[in-house]
């Protein structure tokens, strides 16, 4: 980057001095090498067990739709306009009425406590300080009440099955807590097809065995840092909220009931939840126009575009190419996405395909998993700094301004 002009009147703002906080000296040694949220994954591999990372990294089948997600974003190029004050750009944006630094949150990321100690209290604080959006997973291994006091502007998300009385005692939990919005998955009819996992070791439940154990031993950080303190200070974890009460913990045998019987949930679920949810309703896993338009019919707020990051059917469209579709079809509902964003240029592509905010999932946990709170607030720090950088070459002075005339398709096949 070069120096900035000692001319110019207005100040650097915040985002672009994150720029210099990648090498500097007040960052953790073990954050200094990492300039870009792809750093972040080897040296996430270097300190997760094999079947954690494995179970991060992996998708469904042949990994097709993982690929596409990130691919998809070559296919645009932008044009960018100068010769435009942008001086005084901001990345600040609106959600729900509610004002965030940036355009960008953290999405669900389940069991994130095995990868970082206190994993998700670790992501939410990060986004609380940041000013950013985090979505607590339905799967984790924290209550979800404590979530809700550190971090009282984190949202939740529900994996239901199509059963009343379960649909409304979490429901009901989740108010109770405090939560102001509710994301509700849908993309999970049945489980994936993750061979993936198998590959690597990791299973639901988790099942202790010698190589287990060698996998952890050789990984001393992730036993040190992570594992032993878990259980030293909270004991086996649990899937703490599928339902309404405590589920299994990860090691017993009836842990997949938490997980089944989600292959009858329908739309009048969806009416259901929205008669007895009063706040703010996701719906994530749209990929098709219809459902977007029905979805807004059941007068749901907001759905994410997403192929649930390739995990669950190989070879689903990506949200990236789904999002034109769907942003027509979505009339005043706020339209989100994930899948596949690693750079601040992706976060702009996507808003200028049509989405209004976007979410990143596995580089923040990787930054996790690293370095802890740290690691999340250094990851932050980088896409926020990229986003800034980008509005300005684009001429642009708030993520509102980016549209479809800031792109040209350069690959591809034409949607």
């Keep these: 980057m070069s120096p900035p002009d000692g001319n110019a009147a207005a100040p650097v703002p ?35 067990p094999r079947p954690l990372f494995g179970y991060v990294a992996g998708a469904a089948e042949t990994n097709a739709s993982l690929r596409d997600n990130r691919n998809v974003f070559a296919d645009w190029a932008f044009r960018p306009r100068y010769l435009v004050d942008v001086s005084r ?35 939410a604080r990060a986004a609380r300080d940041a000013g950013i959006p985090m979505i607590m997973s339905g799967s984790s291994l924290i209550p979800l009440e404590e979530v809700a006091r550190e971090a009282p502007g984190s949202w939740f998300q529900a994996y239901l099955p199509g059963e009343e009385a379960r649909i409304i005692g979490l429901v009901d939990r989740v108010a109770a807590a405090g939560f102001g919005t509710l994301l509700l998955t849908v993309d999970t009819t049945t489980l994936g097809n993750r061979e993936n996992n198998v590959r690597t070791g990791f299973s639901t439940p988790l099942k202790p065995s010698l190589r287990l154990a060698w996998d952890g031993a050789i990984r001393p950080r992730w036993l040190l840092d992570t594992m032993l303190p878990t259980l030293r200070r909270h004991g086996m974890p649990h899937f703490e909220n599928s339902y309404a009460t405590r589920g299994a913990p990860i090691i017993a045998r009836h842990v997949e009931r938490d997980f089944g019987a989600r292959d009858h949930l ?60 769907v942003r027509a079809a979505a009339g005043s509902m706020a339209v989100m996405m994930d899948g596949g964003i690693r750079r601040g240029s992706d976060v702009l592509k996507a808003l200028a395909m049509g989405a209004d905010f976007v979410f990143v999932g596995r580089p923040f946990l990787y930054a996790a998993a690293v370095g802890g709170e740290a690691g999340v607030q250094h990851a932050i720090a980088i896409l926020s700094s990229e986003v800034h950088r980008n509005l300005a070459f684009l001429g642009c002075q708030s993520p509102a301004e980016v549209g479809m005339h800031h792109l040209m398709r350069v690959g591809g096949v034409p949607g």
């Design 266 to 325: 329908n739309w009048s679920h969806l009416a259901l939840i929205r008669r007895r949810w009063k706040g703010k309703l996701v719906v994530k896993g749209i990929l098709h126009g219809e459902d977007a338009r029905r979805a807004a019919e059941e007068g749901v707020d907001g759905v994410v575009v997403s192929n649930h990051g390739g995990r669950q059917l190989d070879g689903a469209i990506s949200a990236f190419r789904a999002l034109p579709e």
């Design 14 to 48: 915040p985002p672009a001095q994150s720029v210099y906080r990648t090498v500097s000296k007040d960052l953790p040694r073990v954050l200094r090498p990492i300039l870009a949220l792809d750093d972040f994954e080897p040296a996430a591999r270097r300190k997760l």
């Design 89 to 123: 750009r901001s990345m600040a944006t609106s959600l729900f009425g509610t004002p965030y630094k940036t355009p960008f949150g953290i999405a669900p990321m389940g069991i994130s406590a095995m990868m970082a100690y206190r994993g998700d209290l670790v992501l």
